[in-house]
């Protein structure tokens, strides 16, 4: 079965450094999302991306965060400067167009420890 | 800001009863509702959906009810397994398959 593949599964950085978490969607979907999960919290949206731009980003998605598919296959999350609070799971998930029957397709996830 | 509601952290049910989870909203505009099912350390999977032209929708031993005048959808299990142990997620969108995830319940099935 199709699966979405992240890495690294699990980031410990300093505060104020630069991260990026890595994505690869399954091949055939045209949309991309990152969500992130804060410890004991929910499951909250972050951006979804298609057509080579974001098409929708939440107000948790401010300057610091970006995201970028560079190469046709993977689908990049960067926070340039991280804070303690960016602690989370983040989950990279894929669709096709119909989405609202399929939902997504969620990867395992990467977590987050900001120092 | 709770456009999606899971009132109920959490549930035990005997293995072999029926399991219902309960999620409410508060957006009118929701149009599209999805379960997922999440494990420790796994990201959430996919478990049923539901559209507002619906008010229920089966697949195998889950069934989703939507009771749009109430704002209110349900998850049915049955009979559970002590396989369903796991976190579940209620979501709802709009048009733009943006979904805003309720809380979750976790769901405890006794053997």
């Known amino acids: 079965e199709p699966e979405v593949t992240q890495t690294p599964s699990h980031q410990v950085t300093q505060m104020g450094q630069e991260v990026i978490l890595r994505c690869v969607p399954i091949?055939?979907?045209?949309?991309f999302y990152w969500y992130r999960q804060i410890l004991g919290q929910k499951v909250e949206f972050l951006v979804s991306?298609?057509?080579?731009?974001?098409?929708?980003k939440s107000e948790i998605f401010d300057d610091q965060f970006s995201v970028e598919r560079p190469d046709g296959s993977n689908f990049t999350l960067k926070i340039r400067s991280t804070k303690l609070e960016d602690s989370a799971m983040y989950f990279c998930a894929s669709s096709e167009e119909s989405a609202a029957v399929y939902g997504y397709t969620f990867g395992s996830g990467t977590r987050l420890t900001v120092v | 800001d709770q456009q999606v509601k899971q009132n109920s952290p959490s549930l035990s049910v005997q293995e072999g009863r029926i399991s219902i989870l309960n999620c409410d909203y508060t957006n009118s505009m929701f149009d599209y509702f999805l379960w997922y099912k999440k494990y420790p350390a796994e990201g959430p999977t996919f478990l049923i959906s539901?559209?507002?032209?619906?008010d229920k929708n089966e697949d195998g031993r889950f069934t989703v009810f939507l009771n749009k005048s109430a704002k209110h959808l349900s998850l049915h299990i049955v009979p559970s397994q002590p396989g369903d142990s796991a976190v579940y997620f209620c979501a709802a969108s709009g048009k733009t398959y943006k979904y805003i995830f309720g809380t979750g319940t976790r769901l405890k099935v006794l053997a």
């Open positions: 091949s055939n979907h045209l949309y």
């Open positions: 539901i559209s507002s032209i619906k």
């Open positions: 991306f298609y057509n080579n731009e974001i098409s929708e």
